[in-house]
């Protein structure tokens, strides 16, 4: 199981990040997030990207941030620009299940020990939206982006002029 | 030279998912970033980190969008869920100059027919600066991220259990 813990999210300030954070667990592989803070809106939006396009997928907001880290029985992950660069560590990341802790601005202290790896997507300040991006499809070897996803509405064929978009209606019969 | 054009950027909604797009371009080698709203602002914040990190790394914002894709010389790429996968394409894409397409939501048709490839990281929702981020460092061959920058004031080491920052003041004799 891939998860990924989102640290430090602020209402409003941190809606459209914590949104793209997300969908790009989701698109890259990832199988659910988990936020600190409660916001149903961002449930809403996430979980409405799941019925449209497809899952499993789960979102759970309003987390004890604490007990998910300690629970957690697989490799832990702090992805920060202080760490050490994705490519010098990714070969030490064992496979199996995985928690990807993402923060918001200033995390404290305690999450560079908490964590198994403090992983650097390059040491140069820019986004906990693209480094989560690029960890994913690394730690996937970019099966990642290749993942199938079951139960949605819509589907998009690759198309190199326009937009393709299937809409599938799953007939139910009793 | 890679340069990388916003499309669509919006005050103050897209404020802040543009200056992650920008900084994402900078750290994943990009040379420049084109903003097409006039925004002082995000052209402050993108300069203060080239200062403090180092460049050389443009930002124009306010450019006429049009006149950068028609005058620009090398391939130019646009970015959307709709296009070939990546993993698809990306051997027939040149290197050379390259321009980059980003949109805010949706964007006009004739992005489809000016641009030389339309590419999608995925044929999933997710977010323009994991895109970003996932096609420079397939397109530069991880090398993006490598880059060495010059003239900044802040250096980062990595760590694999802490913060390292080296405070580089040049003492300069006249």
């Known amino acids: 199981m891939i998860a990924v813990l989102r640290w430090g999210h602020r209402i409003p300030r941190d809606s459209r990040i914590t949104t793209h954070v997300a969908l790009t667990a989701r698109a890259f592989g990832a199988d659910a997030v988990y936020v600190d803070t409660e916001d149903k809106e961002l449930e809403e939006t996430v979980n409405s990207v799941v019925r449209r396009f497809g899952g499993p997928f789960e979102i759970k907001t309003g987390v004890n941030w604490r007990e998910i880290i300690r629970g957690w029985k697989g490799t832990k992950i702090h992805l920060t620009m202080y760490g050490e660069h994705i490519d ?5 990341i064992p496979q199996g299940d995985i928690l990807i802790i993402v ?7 305690e999450f560079y020990d908490l964590a198994d790896f403090n992983i650097a997507i390059g040491n140069q300040p820019h986004s906990e939206v693209a480094a989560l991006a690029v960890f994913l499809d690394r730690y996937t070897h970019r099966k990642g982006l290749r993942k199938e996803f079951s139960g949605g509405e819509i589907r998009i064929i690759p198309n190199p002029r326009g937009k393709t978009v299937v809409e599938e209606h799953v007939s139910r019969r009793e």
Request: glycine share 8%; net charge positive.
């Open 88 to 92: 010098d560590a990714i070969q030490r």
């Open 103 to 109: 923060g918001a601005e200033k995390v404290p202290k």
